[in-house]
């Protein structure tokens, strides 16, 4: 009975942080966390749910936890270093991250995150390579292509774009973009 009532306030957890309703879903998965105290996914949503709604002294051990329990999951990675961003540390959310991707390299939405702290950190070389391994595994992500192509405008890899360029007027001539 638990396991499914603690599935349905994750659920509900879920959706109001969809919802940005931060401190809904912290409440809603403080919840969740009392029957399932140990649980990596619980135990990242809350945290994320704590650190979007200001509280985040009590986020980062939260975050940290759930890595600690499900080290290969690039989503508690991710979230870990959303929450070293936030606090100016992005040098330790790329290294959370670069350790969560050596161990599931095959997470898209992990390497878009790996380029945005990269780019934000001023690294616009690596980020262009962590967008160019996003698009690899993921080509139809909608904002790859202007990422990866901000990353190289950054980094002054003109030859990069040129070669995007023909790549891409190969692939849909008729296109004005």
Known sequence: ??????????????????????A???RTLA?????APNDAEILSLLGLALARSGKTTEAGPMLARAVELEPAEPGFAMNLAEWHAAKGEADVGIAVLQKALAQAPDRPRAWER???LLLSAGDAPAAARAYDRMLQLDPRNPAGPAKICTAMIAARDWGGLA????????????SPD
């Open 24 to 26: 809904h879903a912290a």
């Open 1 to 22: 009975m638990s396991a499914t009532l603690c599935d349905q306030l994750i659920d509900r957890g879920v959706a109001e942080l969809q919802a940005e309703r931060y």
């Open 163 to 174: 070669d995007i360029s023909r790549a891409w007027s190969t692939v849909a001539p008729e």
């Open 114 to 116: 790996l380029g945005d």
């Open 31 to 35: 919840e969740a966390h009392e029957l």
